[in-house]
T-cell receptor
Framework: DSGVTQTPKHLITATGQRVTLRCSPRSGDLSVYWYQQSLDQGLQFLIQYYNGEERAKGNILERFSAQQFPDLHSELNLSSLELGDSALYFC???????????FGPGTRLTVT | AQTVTQSQPEMSVQEAETVTLSCTYDTSESNYYLFWYKQPPSRQMILVIRQEAYKQQNATENRFSVNFQKAAKSFSLKISDSQLGDTAMYFCAFIEGRSSNTGKLIFGQGTTLQVKP
């Protein structure tokens, strides 16, 4: 158990819908990261927050957004879902940006 | 752009033997961080080992060790005394250095390792 929690574990939804994925980092970790793992794209960095502020953006679509709250948990919002958004979404956390990242169990999103 | 390449899509090894997974990377940074992550069939991402580029000594964690060749930009993972539980996909990953001060992990494509009894 990495100490990072993600909910829900599985999500099945239809095209055009909006979903919210939730992540709670390890106790004491200020950095939260979101990654997408799909069969054709591999593991891709989406976005990073550090102590409530956005620190870095990767290949994140405009339909996707995220935030980190004062209690340091983070949410990833995916809207206008398309079939290609089906993937495993990981949240990770670290003490500081250059330390090792610990991953949550992931949320499996299936868009039908 | 920083890239990470794992040239072995699949490998297999007999239980109790040693196997080495290859990884090369490309960066113009002088300071950076390298990692190996393991993803078993459960899909959980598990940190195996970490190496800081400014440290010349190769990192080790129990049966796992790395061969870090900075000039060659190579970072291979050696698994000794392979166990059935080592069966997983292994990802090499890289964080660029302090110039950006982000923790953006760049992953290789992964190597699927099967340990055979």
């Amino acid at each position: 158990d990495s100490g990072v929690t993600q909910t829900p574990k599985h999500l099945i939804t239809a095209t055009g819908q909006r979903v919210t994925l939730r992540c709670s980092p390890r106790s004491g970790d200020l950095s939260v990261y979101w990654y997408q793992q799909s069969l054709d794209q591999g593991l891709q960095f989406l976005i990073q927050y550090y102590n409530g502020e956005e620190r870095a953006k990767g290949n994140i679509l405009e339909r996707f957004s995220a935030q980190q709250f004062p209690d340091l948990h983070s949410e990833l919002n995916l809207s206008s879902l398309e079939l290609g958004d089906s993937a495993l979404y990981f949240c990770a956390s670290s003490e500081t940006p250059l330390r090792e990242q610990y991953f949550g169990p992931g949320t499996r999103l299936t868009v039908t | 752009a920083q890239t990470v390449t794992q040239s072995q899509p699949e490998m297999s090894v007999q239980e109790a033997e040693t196997v080495t997974l290859s990884c090369t990377y490309d960066t113009s940074e002088s300071n950076y961080y390298l990692f190996w992550y393991k993803q078993p069939p459960s899909r959980q991402m598990i940190l195996v080992i970490r190496q800081e580029a400014y440290k010349q000594q190769n990192a080790t964690e129990n049966r796992f060790s790395v061969n870090f060749q900075k000039a060659a930009k190579s970072f291979s993972l050696k698994i000794s005394d392979s166990q059935l539980g080592d069966t997983a996909m292994y990802f090499c990953a890289f964080i660029e250095g302090r110039s950006s001060n982000t923790g953006k992990l760049i992953f290789g494509q992964g190597t699927t390792l099967q340990v055979k009894p």
